[in-house]
């Protein structure tokens, strides 16, 4: 089901709030190192001020764990996003709390306030009824434009819509169509490939593009369960001893499905798990037993541009390899080049997989490189994501609930968290490159 966008309402003089993931990476200074992120929901931005719509703007950034931590202010993001926009970002010093609502209603049109960070609230990731109505209460409309974040159900991702009109932002959109018409419209050939390090956090988008796709290759750690199902010795490569006869069983469905699945034929192994490791390439019968697959090979690297070239349609999720160490990229690359020379639509999700395409400059060439991870991952196996059910169909045009009843909102509880500084606070848990598999 269409779901209604920003463009499908009139928003002029309205106070619309635009959750939106501004979760940017920063350095130990707090200087923040990537802004895709903010960029990424600029035309939301942007149409909403031309539209003289009072733009709340609302986001988490790291794990602050529901209490108040400098650290995790929102206050370099809105300093970037005034740079970015060439006008002014006004910063609220809280979520619901005084600054919030005297800011919010106060606004003019067609300017931006920025609320402090969503998750300075507990009762934002408990998807709280009372905070989402307080949410709710400052503003009339809300568009939720935060698909890496589409996947939870939280007070500003989901609660929040059961009390104002809800819409989807342009980036949400363009997420939402871009995914789907990989999967379902997709122009065969399809070639899907799937990489990273696990099989177990892709069974289910493996088993749901298999039913689809016409080639299936499989790289990165992933592949070594294969490669060990397929009774490979693989030195002492990453794989997953649980995985095993689910990799067995994807095998014998796949040649059911009538699925051609690739998997390496040989790999860059490394003496360590270390950038700075001794590097020697192995066909897959004979990997070293003091080496550890890190990189698919060059034959392998041959292999699947070969079957990218013949796509009409590119599903790309996952490193071939550790990306994060410069010897063991030239899988990666090799696989973004030829997925961007290939003329095919292409889909490209995950933080490595869009690196490599970026690092090449060719993200021009890419149909859709998408900005979600997990929300990326859910929606291509078919999951009902949380912060897009809950948007308005296209076709609807009843309004849900008009004017939310704040009553009986405990508005004390609420404003506790923001006002208050814990330094005991924790550094939030950036992603991970460990991986839990097992080491044989
Ligand atoms: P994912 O988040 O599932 O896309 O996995 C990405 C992670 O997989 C990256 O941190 C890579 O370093 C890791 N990875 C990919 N290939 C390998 C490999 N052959 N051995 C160990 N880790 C790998």
Redesign the pocket.
């Known amino acids: 089901m269409k779901k209604k966008t920003f463009k499908d309402i009139d928003v002029a003089g309205k106070r619309v709030f635009v959750r939106v993931d501004f979760n940017v990476p920063q350095d130990d200074s707090g200087k923040i190192t990537d802004d895709t992120r903010i960029r990424a929901a600029l035309p939301t931005i942007n149409y909403l001020v031309k539209q003289n719509a009072k733009v709340i703007l609302c986001s988490h950034l790291g794990r602050p764990k529901g209490v108040f931590n400098d650290k995790y202010s929102l206050a370099p993001v809105a300093e970037r996003l005034s740079e970015l926009m060439n006008m002014p970002v006004k910063m609220a010093k809280d979520v619901i709390g005084t600054s919030a609502k005297t800011m919010t209603s106060e606004m003019k049109e067609g300017e931006i306030v920025i609320l402090e960070n969503v998750r300075f609230h507990a009762e934002e990731e408990e998807n709280n009824e009372v905070f989402a109505k307080e949410l709710a209460s400052l503003a009339d409309v809300f568009v939720n434009d935060a698909f890496g974040t589409a996947h939870r159900a939280h007070a500003s991702t989901a609660g929040i819509a059961k009390h104002i009109p809800a819409v989807a932002g342009f980036l949400m959109d363009s997420e939402v169509v871009a995914l789907s018409n990989a999967v379902e419209n997709a122009e065969k050939p399809l070639v899907v490939i799937l ?4 099989v177990s ?2 069974i289910n988008v493996i088993l749901k593009l298999m039913s689809k796709a016409n080639t299936l290759l499989i ?4 592949a ?1 369960t294969f490669l060990v199902a397929k009774g490979y010795n693989i030195g002492f ?2 794989y997953e001893e649980d995985r095993i006869e689910v990799a067995k069983e994807i095998m014998e469905e796949a040649e059911k499905l009538n699925v051609k699945l690739v998997l390496p034929v040989d790999v860059v192994g490394g003496s360590e ?1 270390s950038p700075t490791a001794k590097r020697k390439n192995f066909d897959v019968e004979n990997i070293g037993s003091n080496y ?4 698919i090979g060059k034959k392998t690297r041959k292999l699947f541009a070969k079957e990218i070239k013949n796509a009409k349609t590119v599903i790309w ?8 160490f410069k010897k063991f990229r030239k899988g990666t690359l090799a696989v973004a080049k030829a997925v961007a020379k290939s003329g095919a639509v292409s889909i490209v999700g ?3 997989s869009v690196a490599a395409i970026q690092e090449l400059g060719f993200a021009n060439k890419v149909t859709h490189l998408s900005t979600g ?1 997990g929300a990326t991952l859910k929606f291509l196996e078919g999951a009902t994501l949380p912060g897009v059910a809950m948007l308005e169909d296209k076709d609807s045009e009843k309004k849900k609930v008009k004017t939310p009843d704040f009553a009986s909102v405990d508005k004390k509880t609420l404003e506790k968290p923001a006002a208050k500084k814990a330094a005991s606070a924790k550094k939030p848990t950036v ?1 991970s ?1 460990k ?1 839990k ?1 097992t080491k044989k």
């Open positions: 990489g990273g390090a696990k956090d892709k790289g990165g750690a992933m070594n490569s990453k798990f550890q697959a890190l990189d999720n996952g490193p071939m390899g550790v990306f994060e995950g933080g490595d991870g992603k490159s991986t598999t």
